[in-house]
């Protein structure tokens, strides 16, 4: 228990410290810069084939299902509000906990057993500022454009089987989708990767910094990270979908 709160501490310590990095100087733009694109750029084939293959599957099983009801051509509605909503978000985000978490806890568990933290701190470098802020940044920013990219792509997957397996007018399937999705759905599609992406960068980089115990350590770091992730992904998910189901229906 003493651990775990102690765990917590120090998270929200590290999250303090992030802060005041972004609104102060100095202020290092190109590891920012690096950053996106190793966190946007880098993880951009891993959520297009999942965008795709996940609409694609979507349609395949509900088309099959809405058969039963007649109700075959409302496919490109259950398809755009599943992934806008709630499937491009959330898998977007595990699979930015299983690259970009996990990357950040290494690289950053391994400056740590090997002593490269104190070596900045001695040569006067905040590891914060230089190590914590840009990928925060970064993973705040890029989320949400690599979950738009993705449930367009699984929009897309859904449309080539709706056409080519389900037998479903093109134009059928398009107007379905503008006809049922609403704005209060595109904002929910949209604020919840920042909190996943923040998230996701902040355990990895507490994680990281925290690793003891030599290569081991930065193994059992990059474990950690992937696992509490994951959870901060579906747990968060949860609890922001409340929230703006208050605030915006």
Not at 151 to 160: E, Q, S, T
Request: aromatic letters at 10%; hydrophobic letters at 50%; one cysteine or more.
């Amino acid at each position: 228990m003493k651990s775990a709160v102690l765990e917590v501490q120090e998270y929200v310590k590290l999250q303090v410290a992030t802060a005041k990095g972004v609104v102060s100087r100095p202020f290092y733009v190109h590891d920012v810069v690096e950053q996106f694109d190793q966190i946007g750029l880098g993880s951009l084939t891993v959520v297009l084939l999942t965008g795709f293959f996940t609409g694609a599957v979507l349609a395949l099983q509900t088309g099959n299902t809405l058969d039963q009801f007649g109700a075959r051509p409302f496919v490109g509605r259950l398809v755009s509000a599943s992934m806008i909503k709630e499937l491009g978000p959330v898998l977007t985000g595990l699979m930015l906990a299983g690259r970009v978490g996990s990357g950040i806890a290494a690289e950053l568990g391994s400056m740590a057993v090997t002593d490269q933290i104190n070596a900045l701190r001695a040569l006067g470098t905040d590891p914060v500022r230089k190590l914590v802020v840009p990928r925060v940044l970064a993973g705040f920013f890029m989320a949400p454009v690599l979950t738009v990219i993705s449930d367009a792509v699984g929009i897309l997957g859904g449309w080539l089987i709706a056409v080519y397996q389900l037998r479903v007018a093109s134009s059928l399937y398009w107007t379905s989708i503008t006809d049922a999705l609403y704005l209060q759905d595109a904002w929910m599609g949209l604020i919840k990767p920042f909190f996943l992406g923040y998230v996701i960068v902040t355990i990895g980089c507490h994680v990281g910094l925290r690793t003891k115990g030599g290569t081991q350590g930065v193994g059992r770091a990059t474990t950690n990270a992937v696992v509490a992730a994951s959870v901060a992904v579906i747990a968060v998910d949860f609890f922001v979908t409340r929230l703006l189901f208050t605030l915006l229906y």
